[in-house]
């Protein structure tokens, strides 16, 4: 019995034991299939990491590094190895060669090529073609691999360059600098970059083999404690090219240049050697806005050790102490070779060919055509927000002007013989080649005894003229009345556009234009060369002048209506003295050669300026906008001329040719007749009225009492002119058959004119009577009983118009009886249909005949011509006249319309 439980707990045992075996053999099985997986999945993240994260990465990274040193993990870190390898080697079969490649076309020439074959060439790039978007610094290599492939930094209007060195590598990373330099200014024409270096540490010293660019003003060095005006100057040259050139809604001069065919400002590279130490506060925010705001304006900078944190494209390159570098361009992984510092004498000797041909084309005497655009770009400029066009060269780019919101008009000074003529006749076709006709406006005046402007209307052999000029006033010296109207005229179109702009609802002609499309607001341009004698008088042209023109100056900006001013010498107008408002507004200043008093008191640049150069400034005359500019020829032929040719072939079709006025011509009676609008009542024609419109001027001679027509003058000439007209003209108004003409000459000196006069007449088809003075009292007498039975109704109101040549002649042959006839002709022959037309040699005996029966309201119009404004004051009581007679005009009074005496231009009889 003892034996059977033994057995069975042995069996037990055996059988647990077993189990513990097998169990035991489950949880090892289980325990390795767990550490596989755990492993499987360790192996597969760290894979994974490394994959994303780069082996280099790795190892610069605490916490992956520990996973690197881990063997147990080694199978996952040889498999990504391997691959890397398998891909650079692919990489290295073709990658340097296809980045070269593409750097070729990126950087041509010294941008990109080996310095053997550029160093000591000149650039020829102008800036307005492609542009090299990239510039070599050195040779790339990854692990230290061959072949190594050229790596490149963009700079001009592309990215501003930050540089970092250490103490060891600070002459390397000089070298680097003056090395991309050199590559820039030998790709270039001189001129199209500027250079501006300033060191923190040195006066000179720095860049030594650039040094030569300064002869010639490529270069700028600044003071090391001038870091603040640095900024300052490039600051303002950020403003300037805001509000003068990017104003026609380009956002860079890199678009604009693309859109216009050329660039018209040069680019500049300021250079700042730092000692990585940060800059005062001040500064530090100058430098983030230059350096935001500068590559749309051309301004791009290169940083050597000069902190800087600023939201703007930017690329770093960071020097070792073994001087090799990382690139931005590259990433870390790519250890960048600078290329080595070029032999000192060689960059001195290419910097000297440099300035030399810099020194070249600066003498160079810039041409007119050289100013104006290419010729598929002619008229496709808009002026919108203004209008701007270059007139002359700044070391060989041109240079604008312009005349938008910020600088709404211009003053040009120079004393005679300076070029005023010569410059105006540039900016005139500079702008007329960039904006059309719909979009630009010219009223030219010449007050001066010239005909500079008179080339821009048809003439006998040229028959072409501009079709942007709307005017052209030439030889007014004597006509003040004339410049007085064309202010007016701006006046009131001012205040057309500014009626049509409240209609909808805007300000400015900008917003007209854009509210407005189909209609046609263009910019007007007022040149008025010699302007100085509009104000020459203490009288009432020069106040209502005075008025006019700082209404227009001061409210034109707005509307589109642009002043330009050109005078010898403006300090002498009386006018203007007390009223600095005036000049305020003119912001653009011209100063020619020995010009005084157009820029500010103490700018005395115009001084030393050499023929053919000018002072422009768009800051008021202040000394820090000067611009010093060389003018070209625009008076030889191929220049204006061939610019006005163009332009009449382009735009002159359906268009109506300007006015010209010519202050040496009396327009001849046709012409006025042609201009003579069609009235109710019969007008005699006396002349041509002194305004924009050149209309003529008449007076009414309807059936109403006073309504006849004076001529007061002593001499014969003109006044035989004036009545000839006068009666011709209301002949030729009266349908055939329907107008009788009394002609009386009453000296022997008229019978010539008056024969002349006759002769019109009939032609007109009217009746026609000549009375000598030996009959002219029967005639009156005859006149004066027919005026009675016409008020007592019982004669026909037939029209009869009475023409007197020296009408105080007849004393002689009047009696009494004679002169009362007369009178009474004056006085109750207009209402029934009777009309003296008279030529009195003298006020005084006019007033002789009208003391008596008649009155002075019995001439209602009348016209002197040589005589005195003293002597016509009893024609006008209660009116002061200031008149004083010169050849070829007249004063002309008609109450009916008139509430002061206006001057008219005598007309011409004579056939042409």
Request: glycine letters at 8%.
């Given at each position: 019995m003892a034996r059977g439980p033994s057995k069975r707990r042995q069996r037990i045992a055996t059988a647990f034991d077993a189990l513990c075996v097998a169990i035991a053999r489950a949880l090892g099985a289980a325990e390795g299939a767990r550490e596989a997986a755990v492993r499987a999945h360790a192996e597969a993240m760290v894979e994974m990491w490394l994959r994303e994260e780069g082996l280099d990465a790795a190892e610069s990274d605490p916490g992956l590094r520990r996973i690197l040193a881990n063997r147990d993990l080694g199978r996952p870190i040889k498999r990504v190895e391997f691959d890397r390898k398998a891909a650079f080697r692919d990489w290295l079969a073709t990658g340097p060669g296809r980045l070269t490649q593409i750097l070729a076309e990126a950087a041509p020439g010294a941008a990109g090529g080996d310095p053997d074959e550029w160093l000591g060439q000149v650039g020829k790039i102008e800036g307005s073609g492609p542009v090299p978007s990239l510039w070599t610094i050195g040779t790339g290599r990854v692990g230290g691999a061959e072949p190594g492939f050229p790596v490149a930094v963009p700079l001009l209007d592309e990215s501003h360059l930050q540089i970092t060195s250490t103490h060891d590598s600070r002459v390397r990373a000089e070298a680097l600098v003056e090395n991309l330099l050199l590559r820039v200014m030998s790709s270039f024409r001189p001129g199209v970059v500027q250079l501006h270096v300033w060191d923190v540490g040195r006066f000179t010293g720095s860049l030594p083999g650039l040094y030569p660019l300064t002869r010639t003003g490529l270069l700028t060095v600044h003071d090391p404690g001038m870091l603040e005006e640095l900024l300052e100057e490039l600051s303002d040259r950020i403003r300037r090219v805001h509000t003068r050139v990017l104003v026609d809604g380009h956002p860079s001069l890199r678009v604009m240049a693309e859109t216009v065919g050329g660039r018209t400002e040069p680019w500049v590279v300021a250079v700042l050697l730092g000692n990585r130490s940060a800059l005062k506060d001040a500064e530090h925010r100058q430098l983030q806005r230059v350096a935001r705001d500068g590559l749309a304006c051309g301004i791009q900078l290169v940083l050597l050790d000069v902190p800087l944190t600023v939201n703007a494209p930017i690329e770093t390159i960071r020097l070792a102490d073994s001087g090799i570098a990382t690139s931005s361009m590259t990433g870390q992984y790519v250890a960048v070779e600078p290329d080595p510092p070029l032999p000192q004498s060689e960059v001195t000797r290419a910097a000297h060919a440099i300035a030399d041909e810099h020194e070249r084309w600066r003498s160079r005497i810039g041409t007119f055509a050289d100013l104006l655009p290419p010729r598929d770009k002619w008229g496709e400029s808009r002026s919108v927000s203004g209008l701007h066009a270059p007139v002359g060269f700044t070391d060989g780019l041109p240079s604008q002007v312009a005349l938008a919101d910020a600088s709404p008009h211009a003053l040009i000074g120079g004393p005679s013989g300076s070029g005023k003529t010569n410059l105006l006749l540039t900016m005139i076709s500079s702008m007329a080649a960039r904006y059309g006709p719909d979009e630009l406006e010219f009223y030219l005046l010449d007050f001066k005894e010239g005909v500079s402007f008179a080339q821009f209307a048809p003439g006998r052999r040229d028959k072409t003229w501009l079709p942007h000029a709307r005017l052209i006033g030439v030889n007014i010296n004597t006509d003040r009345e004339f410049g007085l109207a064309l202010l007016q005229f701006l006046s009131d179109e001012m205040r057309r556009r500014a009626e049509?702009?409240?209609?909808?609802?805007?300000?400015?002609?900008?917003?007209?234009?854009?509210?407005?499309?189909?209609?046609?607001?263009?910019?007007?341009?007022?040149?008025?060369?010699?302007?100085?004698?509009?104000?020459?008088?203490?009288?009432?042209?020069?106040?209502?002048?005075?008025?006019?023109?700082?209404?227009?100056?001061?409210?034109?900006?707005?509307?589109?209506?642009?002043?330009?001013?050109?005078?010898?010498?403006?300090?002498?107008?009386?006018?203007?003295?007390?009223?600095?408002?005036?000049f305020e507004q003119f912001v653009l200043r011209i100063a020619l050669p020995r010009a005084r008093r157009v820029l500010a008191e103490l700018n005395d640049a115009t001084l030393g300026l050499p023929r053919w150069h000018a002072v422009i400034n768009h800051e008021s005359g202040i000394t820090h906008g000067n611009e010093v500019v060389r003018i070209p020829d625009a008076t030889g032929k191929g220049s204006v001329d061939e610019v006005q040719r163009i332009l009449h072939d382009s735009y002159a079709e359906g268009r109506r040719e300007p006015?010209?006025?010519?202050?040496?011509?009396?327009?001849?009676?046709?012409?006025?007749?042609?201009?003579?609008?069609?009235?109710?009542?019969?007008?005699?024609?006396?002349?041509?009225?002194?305004?924009?419109?050149?209309?003529?001027?008449?007076?009414?001679?309807?059936?109403?009492p006073g309504r006849?027509?004076?001529?007061?003058?002593?001499?014969?000439?003109?006044?035989?002119?004036?009545?000839?007209?006068?009666?011709?003209?209301?002949?030729?108004?009266?349908?055939?058959?329907?107008?009788?003409?009394?002609?009386?000459?009453?000296?022997?000196?008229?019978?010539?004119?008056?024969?002349?006069?006759?002769?019109?007449?009939?032609?007109?088809?009217?009746?026609?009577?000549?009375?000598?003075?030996?009959?002219?009292?029967?005639?009156?007498?005859?006149?004066?009983?027919?005026?009675?039975?016409?008020?007592?109704?019982?004669?026909?109101?037939?029209?009869?118009?009475?023409?007197?040549?020296?009408?105080?002649?007849?004393?002689?042959?009047?009696?009494?009886?004679?002169?009362?006839?007369?009178?009474?002709?004056?006085?109750?022959?207009?209402?029934?249909?009777?009309?003296?037309?008279?030529?009195?040699?003298s006020?005084?005996?006019?007033?002789?005949?009208?003391?008596?029966?008649?009155?002075?309201?019995?001439?209602?119009?009348?016209?002197?011509?040589?005589?005195?404004?003293?002597?016509?004051?009893?024609?006008?009581?209660?009116?002061?006249?200031?008149?004083?007679?010169?050849?070829?005009?007249?004063?002309?009074?008609?109450?009916?319309?008139?509430?002061?005496?206006?001057?008219?231009?005598?007309?011409?009889?004579?056939?042409?």
């Open positions: 049509a702009a409240k209609a909808h609802e805007v300000t400015k002609l900008e917003e007209l234009r854009r509210e407005d499309p189909d209609g046609r607001w263009p910019r007007i341009v007022a040149v008025i060369d010699e302007f100085q004698y509009l104000f020459a008088e203490r009288d009432a042209v020069t106040r209502q002048a005075t008025l006019l023109l700082e209404d227009v100056a001061r409210r034109g900006r707005s509307q589109g209506i642009h002043l330009v001013l050109a005078s010898q010498d403006v300090s002498g107008i009386e006018a203007f003295w007390g009223r600095p408002a005036i006015r010209l006025f010519d202050g040496s011509r009396s327009p001849h009676l046709s012409e006025l007749l042609a201009v003579l609008p069609a009235r109710n009542a019969p007008h005699a024609l006396v002349g041509q009225c002194i305004e924009v419109a050149g209309s003529a001027a008449a007076v009414a001679l309807p059936d109403a006849n027509l004076g001529v007061l003058a002593s001499g014969l000439r003109e006044a035989v002119q004036v009545l000839g007209a006068a009666a011709a003209s209301l002949a030729g108004q009266h349908v055939r058959d329907t107008l009788d003409v009394v002609i009386a000459p009453l000296i022997a000196e008229a019978t010539e004119p008056a024969e002349r006069l006759a002769e019109r007449v009939a032609g007109a088809g009217q009746r026609v009577e000549t009375v000598r003075l030996d009959g002219f009292r029967a005639r009156v007498e005859a006149l004066a009983q027919e005026v009675t039975e016409r008020l007592a109704g019982t004669a026909s109101r037939h029209p009869v118009a009475l023409v007197l040549y020296a009408a105080d002649a007849a004393e002689t042959a009047l009696d009494r009886a004679g002169t009362e006839a007369l009178r009474k002709i004056l006085h109750f022959g207009p209402e029934t249909g009777v009309h003296v037309l008279g030529w009195w040699r006020p005084a005996r006019l007033k002789a005949l009208l003391m008596m029966g008649a009155s002075p309201d019995d001439l209602g119009a009348w016209v002197a011509l040589d005589v005195q404004g003293s002597e016509v004051q009893p024609l006008v009581p209660g009116m002061f006249v200031t008149w004083s007679p010169r050849p070829g005009r007249g004063l002309l009074f008609d109450r009916a319309q008139h509430t002061q005496p206006v001057v008219v231009i005598v007309p011409s009889l004579e056939d042409r």
